[in-house]
């Protein structure tokens, strides 16, 4: 059943309910990802099977439990008495998965983590009871937790599943292409492309509230899918042009998963033409972190396909540095925390000079992004960085704009 499916059942649960309290419990697959990695798609393909089994027993009878993803379930728990019958529920679950699976005759973990929403407490209708539990297991996940429950208020950031569904369906979002500069040579090399959704009704959304919007709810697949054609759309046009630049697209780790990634982007690479020499795919660092092995393996994979890696936001998570050494990247851009104080902090100048040493000890191009002025370019340059992005070099620009000025200067 899809989310979609699952809204319709959960309405017409609520339509029979009566107006007691009902339950609504996310249970999420941990780690199947790396377990995929380790025992192959076969074993994987068998976990959530397996997995709907055990949560199955420890329900009541009179509870419903649907498989929503790859590795998700929802659980409907009706004729709840309070709060604390819908977590001693929940903290069952997770607690029951702190014993193996057992697969072909062998123990396997696979943590699970559970969101929890309640009607009505938290909400009366299907999507923003669903929509509690996203936020009830990001918060947990988020906190350390392996389960909680929803707290109101604490989804104020995020805007209606619908709208960017729709968004994405319409192609209303839009690319922004940010310049990056060679500091070595002083000309712009190339650009990162930035997701832009500017509502009808409600103004501009933030990336970073409709990114996480879209990791939260599945919508991340979609996502991607209109940010790579969308960027490669505009970069050929512009390449047309120059055929030295490169582009850079962000790309969210929550679709590593996904079987067909690397030929969705090798096929986008096709469609408009791109050399694959000539992209860059951004990964936070603190997301290729959640899960190294997984990483590592899809990084393998993207490189032997001819594109650049680059770790984003570097030094604001927690690389070891055993991971970094093996991961297959290009590129190291250093976070902007650090770029924006190392005017006024000798430490964060200190720390920029060593991640710069660093990235050239492995082989790899160092960026500087968040440069608000001269001075900190300047800066930059000395400590032998080799290109720098932000403020003062260029803000970002709808990517249709580049081009036509780029025409009009020909
Ligand atoms: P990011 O990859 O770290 O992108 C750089 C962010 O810094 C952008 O914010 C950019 O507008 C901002 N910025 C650039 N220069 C400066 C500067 O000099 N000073 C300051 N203070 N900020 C500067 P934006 O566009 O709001 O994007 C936020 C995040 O959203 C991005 O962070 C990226 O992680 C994510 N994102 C954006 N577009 C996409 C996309 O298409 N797909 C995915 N998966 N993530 C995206
Ligand atoms: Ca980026
Ligand atoms: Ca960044």
Redesign the pocket.
């Known amino acids: 059943m899809n989310r979609a499916a699952l809204a319709g059942r959960l309405t017409d649960v609520l339509q029979r309910s009566g107006g007691e309290r009902l339950g609504i419990m996310l249970v999420r697959i941990q780690r199947l990802q790396e377990f995929r990695l380790v025992h192959g798609y076969e074993a994987s393909d068998a976990v959530a099977p397996a997995a709907a089994v055990r949560v199955r027993g420890l329900l009541r009878p009179q509870d419903e439990l649907e498989q929503v993803s790859e590795n998700e379930f929802i659980a409907l728990l009706p004729n709840l008495l309070n709060t604390g019958h819908a977590m001693l529920a929940a903290t069952r679950i997770v607690r029951d998965f702190d014993s193996p699976l057992m697969f072909h005759g062998h123990a396997v973990m696979t943590p699970v983590a559970v969101g929890v929403s309640l009607y009505p407490d938290h909400g009366i209708d299907a999507t923003t009871l669903l929509r509690a539990a996203e936020v009830a297991l990001r918060d947990a996940k988020r906190l350390g937790e392996r389960c909680a429950l929803y707290i109101p208020g604490t989804e104020r950031a995020m805007v209606p599943y619908e709208w960017l569904h729709d968004a994405l369906q319409a192609n209303r979002l839009e690319a922004h292409f940010?310049p990056i500069l060679d500091l070595r040579r002083n000309a712009v090399c190339g650009y990162?492309?930035?997701?832009r959704w500017n509502d009808a009704s409600s103004g501009s959304i933030?990336?970073?509230v409709f990114?996480r919007l879209a990791e939260d709810t599945g919508l991340?697949a979609e996502?991607?899918r209109w940010?790579l054609n969308a960027t490669f759309r505009h970069a050929a046009g512009i390449r047309a042009r120059d055929s030295a630049l490169r582009f850079s697209?962000?790309?969210?780790p929550r679709v590593f998963g996904q079987r067909d990634l690397v030929q969705q982007i090798t096929g986008a690479l096709a469609i408009w033409d791109m050399p694959p020499e000539s992209v860059t795919l951004?990964v936070?660092e603190s997301a290729l972190m959640e899960d190294p092995l997984t990483s590592i393996a899809m990084l393998h994979t993207l490189r032997e396909a001819g594109l650049g890696v680059s770790i984003?936001?570097f030094g604001a998570g927690y690389s070891s540095l055993a991971y970094l050494k093996q991961l297959p990247a290009t590129e190291l851009k250093i976070d902007?925390s650090f770029v924006?104080d190392m005017r006024h902090d000798v430490r964060s100048s200190r720390v920029v000079r060593a991640i710069i040493d660093l990235g050239h000890q492995l082989d790899l191009q160092v960026v500087a992004?968040?440069?608000?002025d001269a001075e900190t370019l300047e800066l930059l340059r000395a400590l032998g960085c080799d290109r720098a992005?932000?403020?003062?070099i260029g803000?970002?620009t709808p990517a249709s704009h580049l081009l036509q000025r780029i025409e009009v200067h020909d």
């Open positions: 940010e990162e492309s930035l997701a933030r990336p970073d990114i991340i996502l991607t940010s697209v962000n790309i969210s951004e936070t984003d936001d902007r924006s992004e968040g440069v608000e992005q932000g403020y003062h803000r970002s």
